[in-house]
């Protein structure tokens, strides 16, 4: 668990791009964060708060978050100065870089003069069990997607900010590095060791309330060849009662491989439906949530329409047009 | 890739249970086999020449295999006096057990004063990659269960016997531990990190000649909880030409998982087929694999002629009956 709130590191980000993990925590968790630091020439902008390491240990950041991510994932001299600063200044330092915080001689020599704490979050930090297959209490829900990176952990996070205005009680588990980092929790699944793969998921959503929703963040597909082995430990260990379907239309193959094909949101439910009922029989798939940023308002106003129609599922871009009806379909469940 | 031929360790086997990766080696390669060596008190007993490691060295063993599980998996100090003077002798060591022998203080010395190899094959030697789904040449063929431990590992050892006898180019590909050691060679599938393990299995399985066969260990079950992502990993990264249901009729519930009951044959089949065509369109199930070692030969003959009538698919038990109807089925596609 990482300790809030945060200051949020932007290095010197090239573009806003390279800032997305910080993007995301602004935008999904604002009251996580007291304030950005920025090195000279960074491109990348939150809107919030320029702070000195001084400042935000002064307005209570209890962890420094690398925000930015550079070309092959390391850690530049410059940033090291910086890092180092704030943890001789008392914070911790959560990062999903490919390389570690803890592989950095200097960082971890820093942290350990300090007493602070270094979270790689591209790595697990637990143990996780091998799966019971034991049913828990609580509802779960799990985005899955014709292909990669087709807005499944938009789809989660959009669904629990609508389900926490209208005072329902909905946690989004994160899976993967940006969701770790947006939420300070969760596992990162395609790190975990094969065997655990879904004790890791079933460790991430115990037991809770009946009236209790886990928005778990999907990985990659059930149809996508390289990562589907962590989307089925996804279905099985995540036992949900409710499917969203997630697509992406403008895709011309799967994501990485040019030989394969997406399927068809048919194909998707019918499969999906088959594996989830292992664990869960009276599993649903509820709606429809397709990603429209390359398409213009009409267009996706069309798609979204036509694909309701045909699949006789609520349908819409949850991040373009609020995820409500999605929300109001897992209310009637 | 492990040296051979093996001197087998069998330790003080509590039964010959406890020895059964020796008889693996035994039963499945008794060319790699120059003979065993037991200490005071072993229950086991493969029928080879009990050697001490300098007969065993005179006859050409490089590697001692231990062939051996005591509960918990740890190496004791009776075991250790061995391995080290196996090592001293100039032979490499190979085991599966959960206590590594490269996490144990002496033999690590012991390897590298003398530059022998310590092989762990629990865990894996190799770096995979991220699978690129592209297609191989050569065919494979991929047993799948509907449950874990129901015979997957025998049937395509069993295959593969039957196909040398023939002639026919084929080749077990084993994906866990027992089959890495009987083979010298493969992939410890369950401990791969989630990302790499459809990659792992590309790797292991590679272009090949347009009549061979690979016969790849299944590992797992599409329809149990614990596994399943390890199993759609296999699916899809050995994009298979043929596949093999197996199973096991006496069991209560899966494996582990007294909550979850077995598919039918006929939910596996068709499950496995719609997961199977995402990466290879062509994928056939060509026949049924029967464990039938808790029935009598009336009740086995019986079950495998109501099965084979039902699913319209050659059913024999391979280790009873022998395999050459399954490979008659593999030679028809």
């Not at 200044?89 to 007493?115: F, T, Y």
């Not at 807005?151 to 989004?172: D, I, P, Q, W």
């Not at 590095?177 to 947006?182: K, V």
């Not at 949530?289 to 871009?317: F, W, Y």
Request: aromatic share 4%; with cysteine.
């Amino acid at each position: 668990m990482i300790e809030t709130p945060y200051l949020l590191f932007l290095g010197d980000a090239a573009d806003p791009l390279a800032a997305k993990v910080a993007q995301g925590i602004k935008d999904w968790r604002p009251e996580f964060c007291v304030g950005q630091l920025r090195l000279d020439g960074c491109q990348a902008d939150m809107g919030l708060d320029d702070l000195t390491i001084e400042e935000a240990i002064a307005k209570g950041a209890k962890t420094m978050v690398i925000g930015v991510a550079n070309r092959g994932g390391y850690i530049s001299d410059s940033w090291r100065e910086v890092i180092k600063q704030a943890i001789e200044s008392g914070m911790d330092v959560a990062s999903g870089l490919h390389n570690l915080l803890r592989d950095d001689i200097d960082l971890v020599e820093a942290a350990s003069q300090n007493g602070r704490t270094l979270h790689d979050v591209r790595i697990p930090s637990v143990k996780y069990p091998i799966a019971n297959g034991v049913k828990r209490t609580g509802k779960r829900m799990l985005a899955v997607g014709t292909d990669c990176s087709v807005g499944k952990m938009y789809t989660a996070l959009c669904m629990e900010k609508v389900m926490r205005e209208r005072g329902m009680k909905a946690s989004f588990r994160a899976t993967g590095q940006t969701g770790i980092l947006i939420t300070g929790d969760g596992v990162p699944l395609d790190a975990v060791i094969a065997d655990f793969m879904a004790g890791a998921v079933e460790y991430l959503t115990p037991d809770n309330d009946d009236d209790h929703w886990d928005l778990i963040e999907g990985q990659g597909s059930l149809y996508h060849a390289s990562y589907s082995g962590v989307t089925l430990a996804l279905v099985h260990g995540g036992a949900p009662d409710a499917l969203v379907l997630c697509h992406e239309p403008t895709r011309k193959h799967m994501r990485g491989l040019p030989d394969h094909q997406q399927p068809s949101l048919e194909e998707l439910r019918d499969t999906a439906l088959i594996l989830a009922r292992v664990v869960n029989p009276d599993v649903k798939v509820v709606g429809v949530a397709i990603n429209t940023q390359h398409l213009s308002d009409d267009e996706a106003a069309t798609l979204c329409k036509e694909t309701e129609e045909r699949m006789g599922l609520p349908t819409v871009d949850p991040y373009r047009h609020g995820a409500e009806r999605l929300v109001d379909a897992l209310e009637s469940i």
